[in-house]
Every structure is written in structure tokens, then in C-alpha cells.
């Protein structure tokens, strides 16, 4: 049988009063691996550090199936590596298992022949623990400007298919707010897809999540969303932390004020906000929304 006559066309009214599915994402990352943690905490220390990754992911795992939606776990190989049984439950599950790279290190803090290890050696681990393929990767804190845009090279040639590594907004520690807004090819066979903004009195606002989906009241993210979908036609990429969850996390000792209030602000109101957007909007995996493809 032909797929034209197993999957028939909508007409294209019809099509269009579809809801857009978004692309809900999830950074696996522990609350001592933010890069604003960095200065005081040593790569070094973190095997010392209560892991709390484990218990988070089964929280978020639980938030996803009672809404039965899927999502792409952008995973750091350290954690695949001394967890695999998050990342095994994670693809269990049904949903895609991405990288964010091996050590959480900032693509513009390192050489070209760093970053290829470290984004080499986090899919070879994590496609082992997995057993499946890994086709997208996001840098730490959306490290790729303007200044090191070699990085896209390096991550097709790392065998990457996507990349979401690009937040097109102003921020003090990151952002490329000329940067194109919705999925484009940023080199032959490599898809860019940044995280969602709302255009906006000739500017770019953040829309996809971060610390601003937790600051800012949540009629803001549910508006600036729809009307991405409404108006824009197009699919937001959304993205947040397991730690984002979990207002009961060990303190961070010696931070400064900005620092603490991102990182601490509004916690206890993550979760019940996430199910709130999962019954809001459409979600699933980004290999599904942006490659067209999907469960293997
Ligand atoms: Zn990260």
C-alpha cells in the first residue's frame, strides 16, 4: 500500500485549524552544573555533590505521561555516563534523547578540537547507555555568536542532524539577537532550531522558556506562545531544568544576589506551571517537529 493512500492528505483549510505541535524540551543537567555556578563549584567536586538529576527526571517523566505528551531530553554525557538508568528510562518512555554535550562547558570558552571531543564523546556515550541514535545537540547556556559560529561546523561533523543551540535575544551572558528566529539550515544538513521568541515592538522577546518562564507571571509565556502559533504559524521550542522543579535543592554557597534570584526564584511554582502549559499547547519530541520524523 502507498503511504499517499494509508496517511490521506487534510485539505488545506482543515490543516491550517490544526493546533501546531510545539517542541517541549528539557535540559538534563543537575542543579551544580549551571553555568552560573561555575566560578564556585569545580568540575572536580561535582561527584562529591548530592545528585538529585534521578528523582527530578521521574517527576517530569510522571508530568509528561499524565499529559500524554513527549519531549526531547537534551542529556549532558557526564550524567548518561553515571546514570544510565534515567537515560533508559527516558527513551523507555517514548521520548527522544538529545546531547547537550559531554561537561557542560560553554562552546565559546573552547578551541575547535575541545568542543569536537566533548560533543563527540557525549553522543558516543550516550547513543551506548541509550542503545539509539542521537540527532540533536544544544550547547551549554546557547554559547554559539557571531564570534564562534565554526561551532555549527563542528557539530555536523560530529554527525548531529539538528542543533538548538541559539536563543535570538539579549541577555548579559548569552543570545544572538539578530539571529533568524524559526528552524533554518544553518550549514547543508544541519537545522538551526532557536529557542522561541515573541516579536515585539521591533524586538525579540524571550518566549521558550528559562528563567523567565519562572520570573514573569505565566499568562505572558501562554500568551507569547499562541500567539507564535496563531500568528506566526510556527512551532516554539521550549525548554527548562529538572532543576527548575525542585525547590528543596542544597543552596549554592558564595553566589551573588542576580545569580541567586534566577536560579531560586518561583521554584515551588515550576511544576504545577509546566502542567499548565502541557494542557495549554500541543507538545512533542523536536525530531518529530523539526526533522518530520521520529520514534525508532
Ligand atoms: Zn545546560
Given at each position: 500500500m502507498s503511504t499517499a493512500l494509508a496517511t490521506p492528505r487534510l485539505p488545506i483549510a482543515a490543516a491550517a485549524a490544526l493546533p501546531i505541535v510545539n517542541a517541549l524540551t528539557i535540559d538534563?543537567?543537575?542543579?551544580?552544573?549551571v553555568s552560573a555556578f561555575a566560578p564556585h563549584i569545580a568540575r572536580s567536586e561535582w561527584d562529591t555533590r548530592e545528585c538529585r538529576v534521578e528523582r527530578n527526571v521521574e517527576r517530569i517523566l510522571a508530568l509528561l505521561a499524565d499529559a500524554h505528551a513527549t519531549a526531547t531530553f537534551f542529556t549532558l554525557g557526564w550524567i548518561a555516563e553515571r546514570y544510565p538508568g534515567v537515560v533508559r528510562r527516558i527513551g523507555d518512555a517514548g521520548h527522544e534523547i538529545a546531547s547537550h554535550g559531554h561537561a557542560h562547558a560553554r562552546a565559546s570558552e573552547q578551541s575547535r578540537n575541545e568542543f569536537l571531543a566533548d560533543i563527540r564523546l557525549a553522543k558516543a556515550i550516550i547513543e551506548d547507555v541509550a542503545g539509539r541514535a542521537v540527532r540533536g545537540y544544544r550547547a551549554p547556556s546557547f554559547s554559539i555568536g557571531t564570534a564562534n559560529a565554526w561551532a555549527f561546523e563542528v557539530i555536523a561533523e560530529a554527525g548531529y542532524r539538528y542543533s538548538s543551540s541559539i536563543y535570538p535575544i539579549r541577555h548579559d551572558h548569552y543570545g544572538m539577537p539578530d539571529a533568524p528566529r524559526f528552524a533554518h539550515?544553518?550549514?547543508?544538513g544541519l537545522l538551526e532550531v532557536p529557542i522561541a521568541t515573541m516579536r515585539l515592538l521591533n524586538r525579540n522577546w524571550p518566549a521558550g522558556g528559562g528563567g523567565y518562564f519562572r520570573l514573569l507571571p505565566y499568562a505572558l509565556s501562554r500568551w507569547s506562545i499562541g500567539r507564535i502559533n496563531a500568528q506566526d504559524r510556527q512551532p516554539a521550542m521550549f525548554y527548562f531544568h529538572p532543576?527548575?522543579?525542585?525547590?528543596d535543592q542544597p543552596r549554592i554557597a558564595g553566589t551573588g544576589v542576580k545569580t541567586r534570584f534566577r536560579h531560586y526564584v518561583n521554584l515551588r511554582r515550576t511544576a504545577p506551571r509546566l502542567a499548565r502549559l502541557l494542557r495549554d499547547f500541543r507538545w512533542s519530541r523536536a525530531d518529530q517537529v523539526f526533522l518530520g520524523e521520529g520514534v525508532e
Open positions: 538534563v543537567e543537575d542543579y551544580f552544573q539550515e544553518v550549514r547543508p532543576w527548575e522543579i525542585d525547590p
